[in-house]
């Protein structure tokens, strides 16, 4: 019964919050989304002679380095989608009220960090190795983000299912 309460408040809160992001989204469309826009400044930011482009009717930003188009950053580069499936977990596996007050902004900001140098990577990549940018876009570092994701679900697992031991006497 635990595993199908757990299924059923993992679906009902994923569903829930993709809803409440797709609304969000189409709210801002035909533009660029806020926070994706903000995820776009940060990371010029890093690189010298940056700027960011908004192309507006097709919801995206475009990076260019030294006035060369590098990439386009659309509402899919931001996370969103990484966050909601973590959060859905973390709610559905039930823990101490303490725990999801530290855990969840901890989880948001690691993972926002981690998108973050995501993106300056797939930048530095698309600069100087083109050859091997869309490999490293669609497979490794989506795989390294979702893995990611999955470690803050073993920790939150392990917190769930620790308990309290006596500490041993020194006799």
């Known amino acids: ?15 829930v919050l993709q809803l409440l992001y797709t609304l969000y989204l189409a709210y801002y469309n035909p533009h660029i989304d806020p926070f994706s826009y903000y995820i776009s400044t940060l990371v010029i930011k890093l690189f010298n002679q940056a ?3 908004e192309i507006a009717q097709k ?9 060369k188009p590098i990439v386009n950053i659309m509402e899919a580069c931001n996370g ?13 596996y039930r823990n101490k009220l303490w725990h ?4 969840i902004p901890l989880s ?30 669609e497979y490794v570092f989506p795989v390294i983000l979702y893995l990611f994701a999955f470690g ?5 697992v392990k917190l769930a299912t620790t308990e309290k ?3 041993a006497s020194a006799n």
């Open 51 to 53: 700027e960011i482009t």
């Open 100 to 103: 999801y007050t530290w855990f």
């Open 59 to 67: 919801s995206k930003i475009l990076i260019s380095v030294n006035g």
């Open 165 to 167: 031991k006596p500490h």
């Open 108 to 137: 948001f900001i690691a993972l926002f960090l981690a998108n973050l140098a995501r993106i300056y990577l797939l930048i530095q990549i698309k600069m100087n190795v083109e050859s091997i940018f869309v490999f490293f876009h």
């Open 1 to 15: 019964m635990k595993a199908f309460t757990f299924l059923l408040v993992f679906l009902v809160v994923y569903v």
């Open 152 to 156: 803050f679900m073993i920790v939150w």
């Open 80 to 92: 969103v989608s990484v966050f909601i499936t973590l959060w859905s977990f973390i709610l559905a």
